[in-house]
T-cell receptor, first 112, second 113 residues
Framework: GENVEQHPSTLSVQEGDSAVIKCTYSDSASNYFPWYKQELGKRPQLIIDIRSNVGEKKDQRIAVTLNKTAKHFSLHITETQPEDSAVYFCAASSGYGNKLVFGAGTILRVKS | KAGVTQTPRYLIKTRGQQVTLSCSPISGHRSVSWYQQTPGQGLQFLFEYFSETQRNKGNFPGRFSGRQFSNSRSEMNVSTLELGDSALYLC????????????FGPGTRLTVT
């Protein structure tokens, strides 16, 4: 079955710097890749997603890139702010239904 | 639109008991998926229901079951509870068959003693 690996497990950046989180997936049939942000005690919140027919997608300070050949995708956050501090999860879906396989998560700390 | 809701928010049960959790999706959404979140295993997929039919199932024992009603509300049941079932149970709703955006509920925190 699908396996998603996520790195790094923790990431500390200075406010205003950029943060990059990387994920690799194993199932070449995967075609949908969402990213979720989860603050302490709260529900996972969808922040951006990308489909396999697109190489890059941006939404203000957040961008996601996808390399289908290498089977990896990345989350880029620019001009980080303290409120970006949270756990970020990547996920992959192989196309049948809405089953998501999640990475282990990255704890992002933005120091002010 | 109202978001995904889950009841109850917190539960404490004893080993061997059973429990039923409820999830109400966003209005108009027909797909409901369930996930278990633990510090050790992260977010793991349990099952998905679409138009009252189970469409996907994760690698959990048969003690975990679910169903979906005609109004798209879903329930999951865990029988013969074990200590290791202590977790945050999240449901997520999606508009259609997917794969597409899924929106999570606040979760039910289950503690098994």
């Amino acid at each position: 079955g699908e396996n998603v690996e996520q790195h790094p497990s923790t990431l500390s950046v200075q406010e205003g710097d950029s943060a990059v989180i990387k994920c690799t997936y194993s199932d070449s049939a995967s075609n949908y890749f969402p990213w979720y942000k989860q603050e302490l005690g709260k529900r996972p919140q969808l922040i951006i997603d990308i489909r396999s027919n697109v190489g890059e997608k941006k939404d203000q300070r957040i961008a996601v890139t996808l390399n289908k050949t290498a089977k990896h995708f990345s989350l880029h956050i620019t001009e980080t702010q303290p409120e970006d501090s949270a756990v970020y999860f990547c996920a992959a879906s192989s196309g049948y239904g809405n089953k998501l396989v999640f990475g282990a998560g990255t704890i992002l700390r933005v120091k002010s | 639109k109202a978001g995904v809701t889950q009841t109850p928010r917190y539960l404490i049960k004893t080993r061997g008991q059973q429990v039923t959790l409820s999830c109400s999706p966003i209005s108009g959404h027909r797909s409901v998926s369930w996930y278990q979140q633990t510090p050790g295993q992260g977010l793991q997929f349990l099952f998905e229901y679409f138009s009252e039919t189970q469409r996907n199932k994760g690698n959990f024992p048969g003690r975990f079951s679910g169903r979906q009603f005609s109004n798209s509300r879903s329930e999951m049941n865990v029988s013969t509870l074990e200590l290791g079932d202590s977790a945050l149970y999240l449901c997520a709703s999606s508009f259609d068959g997917g794969p597409r955006e899924q929106y999570f509920g606040p979760g039910t925190r289950l503690t098994v003693t």
